[in-house]
């Protein structure tokens, strides 16, 4: 199934990411922890990609173990590093496997590399490499804080707008904390004329550790009542655990009710919080 008919359906869509191991002696708990968020009916999974290729071979393999499933997968895809040849081998290889969803990517720069150099510069070019290649419901990363790279927020709605003149169906975000900051960024993309859904990216944050990696992946703001929280819970494992899925929970609703219709949980490979989320927001999904 097509990611975009899931996602402008009248039922709510809630989806989980996983991600794929970083060697092969971990891939084995990695399928079992992607087939157990399976196991939760998620409207659909969605696979990330590592962009520098440690574990760019697993993407598909775990993507087609999700569609064995019943579990609309999306394989993401980056292309920073990639070769018009490669990238044609890629979907050549998801179409083989029966997948029909990709989340389009450039990836991160490496140090020292400006996009001049590289054969595909932005995720756009990629995006219509795959529309070309044809049959693929292409989605694409959007930024409700600003991309790091752009200048600003106008330039960087600007890129999404090519994003989806490409052949971008849909947005997701990345991970935020503070809801009134996707709702204005929502507001700022309908104003430009970007009116393609936008899936909320929710990371449920569970553990103190989490986020310094959070803060330097995704420049999000934190805001005071989150920070509260780490500072308080932060030192005490489950309470950490308990008020991060609470949090997220209280996130998740408030979007539903204000009429986002899409949300992705980072889920981080856990089984274990993507039930208890979903638990939570059982009837309000159903
Ligand atoms: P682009 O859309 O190309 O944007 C990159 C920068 O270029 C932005 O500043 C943008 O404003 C600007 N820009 C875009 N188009 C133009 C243009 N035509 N002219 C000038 N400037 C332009 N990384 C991975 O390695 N693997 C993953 O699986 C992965 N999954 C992700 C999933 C989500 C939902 C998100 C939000 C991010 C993900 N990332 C992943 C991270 C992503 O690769 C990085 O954020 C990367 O730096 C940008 O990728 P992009 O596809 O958004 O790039």
Known sequence: MKVIDIIKAKKPSFSFEVFPPKTSANF?????????????????????????????????????????????????????????????????????????????????????????????????????????????CIGGACYPECHPESEN?????????????????????????????????????????????????????TSASQIKRICSISKSALPQRFLRIVDRYGDDPNAMRQAGIAFATEQIIDLYANGVNAVHVYSMNKPDVARELRDNVSEIIK
């Open 153 to 205: 927020s106008a330039r960087d709605i600007e890129g999404l707008k090519r994003k989806v003149e490409s052949g971008c169906e849909y947005l997701t975000t990345q991970m935020f904390f503070d809801n009134n900051i996707l709702y204005n960024f929502m507001y700022r993309l309908l104003r430009a004329g970007v009116d393609v859904p936008v899936v909320a990216g929710i990371m449920p944050v």
């Open 28 to 136: 084995d708990s990695v399928i079992a922890a992607a087939s157990e968020i399976a196991s939760l009916k998620p409207s659909y999974m969605s696979v990330t990609y590592g962009a520098l290729g440690t574990t760019a071979s697993y993407t598909a393999e775990i993507a087609e173990k999700i569609s064995a499933l019943s579990v609309t997968p999306v394989a993401h895809l980056t292309c920073v590093n990639a070769t018009r040849e490669s990238i044609v081998g890629k979907l050549t290889d998801l179409r083989s496997r029966g997948i029909e969803n990709i989340l389009a990517l450039r990836g991160d720069l490496p140090d020292g590399v400006t996009p001049d150099s590289l054969t595909y510069k932005y995720a756009s070019d990629l995006a219509t490499e795959i529309s070309s290649f044809g049959s693929f």
